[in-house]
Protein backbone atom coordinates (compact mmCIF):
# COMPACT_ATOMS: atom_id res chain seq x y z
CA UNK A 1 0.00 0.00 0.00
CA UNK A 2 1.21 3.84 -1.04
CA UNK A 3 1.28 6.01 1.42
CA UNK A 4 -1.33 8.93 1.50
CA UNK A 5 0.63 11.89 2.55
CA UNK A 6 1.61 12.48 -0.78
CA UNK A 7 -1.87 13.01 -2.25
CA UNK A 8 -3.38 16.35 -3.66
CA UNK A 9 -6.93 17.71 -4.01
CA UNK A 10 -5.93 19.37 -7.61
CA UNK A 11 -8.91 21.82 -8.78
CA UNK A 12 -10.57 20.60 -11.79
CA UNK A 13 -9.55 22.22 -14.99
CA UNK A 14 -10.62 21.83 -18.93
CA UNK A 15 -7.34 20.23 -19.55
CA UNK A 16 -8.17 17.36 -16.96
CA UNK A 17 -10.67 16.36 -19.65
CA UNK A 18 -8.89 13.05 -21.47
CA UNK A 19 -7.36 11.93 -18.07
CA UNK A 20 -10.58 12.22 -16.39
CA UNK A 21 -12.52 10.54 -19.24
CA UNK A 22 -9.93 7.38 -18.78
CA UNK A 23 -10.13 7.08 -15.25
CA UNK A 24 -13.98 7.67 -15.55
CA UNK A 25 -13.96 4.61 -17.98
CA UNK A 26 -11.94 2.68 -15.92
CA UNK A 27 -13.66 2.91 -13.11
CA UNK A 28 -17.54 3.29 -14.32
CA UNK A 29 -18.55 -0.22 -13.43
CA UNK A 30 -17.39 0.04 -10.30
CA UNK A 31 -19.37 3.06 -9.90
CA UNK A 32 -22.18 2.56 -10.86
CA UNK A 33 -22.28 -0.26 -8.45
CA UNK A 34 -22.94 2.89 -6.37
CA UNK A 35 -24.25 5.39 -7.90
CA UNK A 36 -26.55 5.99 -10.85
CA UNK A 37 -25.23 5.25 -14.31
CA UNK A 38 -24.26 8.89 -16.20
CA UNK A 39 -25.77 9.96 -19.76
CA UNK A 40 -24.54 8.35 -22.43
CA UNK A 41 -23.68 11.34 -23.52
CA UNK A 42 -21.03 11.37 -20.58
CA UNK A 43 -19.00 8.87 -22.07
CA UNK A 44 -17.56 10.67 -25.11
CA UNK A 45 -13.96 12.71 -23.88
CA UNK A 46 -15.63 15.93 -25.77
CA UNK A 47 -19.07 15.83 -23.70
CA UNK A 48 -16.81 15.40 -21.00
CA UNK A 49 -15.03 18.85 -21.39
CA UNK A 50 -18.26 20.16 -21.81
CA UNK A 51 -19.46 18.75 -18.69
CA UNK A 52 -16.08 20.01 -17.02
CA UNK A 53 -16.58 23.73 -18.30
CA UNK A 54 -20.14 24.25 -16.94
CA UNK A 55 -19.18 22.88 -13.77
CA UNK A 56 -16.38 25.33 -13.45
CA UNK A 57 -18.27 28.39 -14.21
CA UNK A 58 -20.97 27.75 -11.05
CA UNK A 59 -19.74 27.87 -7.18
CA UNK A 60 -19.40 24.50 -6.95
CA UNK A 61 -15.20 23.67 -6.09
CA UNK A 62 -14.38 20.19 -7.86
CA UNK A 63 -11.21 19.00 -7.23
CA UNK A 64 -9.41 15.69 -8.67
CA UNK A 65 -7.38 12.94 -6.23
CA UNK A 66 -4.06 13.09 -7.38
CA UNK A 67 -0.44 11.10 -6.66
CA UNK A 68 1.70 12.88 -9.20
CA UNK A 69 -0.27 12.94 -12.35
CA UNK A 70 -2.07 9.84 -11.39
CA UNK A 71 -5.70 10.66 -10.79
CA UNK A 72 -6.98 8.21 -7.83
CA UNK A 73 -10.22 9.74 -7.26
CA UNK A 74 -12.95 13.17 -7.37
CA UNK A 75 -13.80 15.50 -4.46
CA UNK A 76 -16.83 17.60 -4.75
CA UNK A 77 -17.99 20.63 -2.65
CA UNK A 78 -21.35 21.37 -4.64
CA UNK A 79 -24.57 24.03 -3.62
CA UNK A 80 -22.56 26.12 -1.58
CA UNK A 81 -25.35 28.13 0.12
CA UNK A 82 -25.03 30.45 3.70
CA UNK A 83 -21.58 28.94 4.24
CA UNK A 84 -22.48 25.06 3.73
CA UNK A 85 -21.44 22.93 1.21
CA UNK A 86 -22.39 19.49 0.28
CA UNK A 87 -19.27 17.17 0.04
CA UNK A 88 -19.40 14.11 -2.10
CA UNK A 89 -16.66 11.77 -3.39
CA UNK A 90 -15.34 8.52 -5.60
CA UNK A 91 -12.25 6.74 -5.25
CA UNK A 92 -11.11 4.53 -8.26
CA UNK A 93 -11.50 0.90 -7.27
CA UNK A 94 -7.65 -0.14 -7.50
CA UNK A 95 -7.43 2.84 -4.59
CA UNK A 96 -10.20 1.41 -2.09
CA UNK A 97 -9.05 0.63 1.36
CA UNK A 98 -5.93 2.33 1.15
CA UNK A 99 -7.02 5.73 3.14
CA UNK A 100 -7.31 7.49 -0.15
CA UNK A 101 -10.70 9.01 0.57
CA UNK A 102 -9.87 9.77 4.46
CA UNK A 103 -7.16 11.10 3.35
CA UNK A 104 -8.86 13.61 0.39
CA UNK A 105 -11.82 14.27 2.94
CA UNK A 106 -8.94 16.04 5.61
CA UNK A 107 -7.68 18.11 3.29
CA UNK A 108 -11.25 19.06 2.04
CA UNK A 109 -11.62 20.32 5.85
CA UNK A 110 -9.38 22.69 4.43
CA UNK A 111 -10.35 23.96 1.11
CA UNK A 112 -13.36 24.34 2.32
CA UNK A 113 -12.48 26.61 5.01
CA UNK A 114 -10.26 28.40 2.67
CA UNK A 115 -13.50 29.36 0.91
CA UNK A 116 -14.95 31.09 3.51
CA UNK A 117 -17.44 27.67 4.45
CA UNK A 118 -18.21 26.89 8.01
CA UNK A 119 -19.58 23.52 7.69
CA UNK A 120 -19.94 20.46 5.38
CA UNK A 121 -22.53 17.88 4.74
CA UNK A 122 -22.85 14.77 3.10
CA UNK A 123 -25.10 11.75 2.42
CA UNK A 124 -24.01 8.06 2.44
CA UNK A 125 -25.88 4.78 1.20
CA UNK A 126 -26.75 2.86 4.35
CA UNK A 127 -25.06 -0.12 2.45
CA UNK A 128 -21.53 1.60 1.94
CA UNK A 129 -19.72 1.33 5.52
CA UNK A 130 -16.48 2.31 4.29
CA UNK A 131 -17.86 5.94 3.14
CA UNK A 132 -19.58 6.09 6.58
CA UNK A 133 -16.06 5.17 8.39
CA UNK A 134 -14.60 8.26 6.09
CA UNK A 135 -17.08 10.81 7.39
CA UNK A 136 -16.53 9.17 10.82
CA UNK A 137 -12.96 9.41 10.92
CA UNK A 138 -12.76 12.90 9.64
CA UNK A 139 -15.25 14.34 12.52
CA UNK A 140 -18.85 13.98 10.67
CA UNK A 141 -21.62 13.65 13.02
CA UNK A 142 -24.89 11.87 11.73
CA UNK A 143 -27.73 14.07 11.68
CA UNK A 144 -30.58 12.28 9.64
CA UNK A 145 -32.05 9.54 7.42
CA UNK A 146 -33.56 9.67 4.24
CA UNK A 147 -34.18 8.26 1.08
CA UNK A 148 -32.54 9.39 -2.12
CA UNK A 149 -33.38 7.62 -5.47
CA UNK A 150 -34.35 4.91 -4.11
CA UNK A 151 -31.68 4.23 -1.51
CA UNK A 152 -31.75 4.33 1.80
CA UNK A 153 -28.98 6.92 2.88
CA UNK A 154 -27.33 8.97 6.27
CA UNK A 155 -27.27 12.14 6.59
CA UNK A 156 -23.48 13.43 8.34
CA UNK A 157 -22.22 17.07 9.18
CA UNK A 158 -19.47 18.65 9.93
CA UNK A 159 -18.72 21.76 11.20
CA UNK A 160 -15.84 23.48 10.66
CA UNK A 161 -13.69 24.99 13.72
Known amino acids: MRPVAD ?3 APLSEEDAPALFAFEVENRAWFETWVGP ?3 TYWEVTSLAQVIRAQLVGD ?3 FLIRRGD ?3 GRLN ?3 REGGVAQLGYRVGERHVGQGVASAAVAQALECARKLGLWALEARVANDNPASRGVLEKNGFLETGQIEFAGHQMTLFR ?3 D
Do not use: F, G, N
Request: aromatic letters at 0%; zero cysteines.
Open 7 to 9: LSL
Open 38 to 40: RPH
Open 60 to 62: DAM
Open 70 to 72: EIL
Open 77 to 79: LTA
Open 158 to 160: RDL
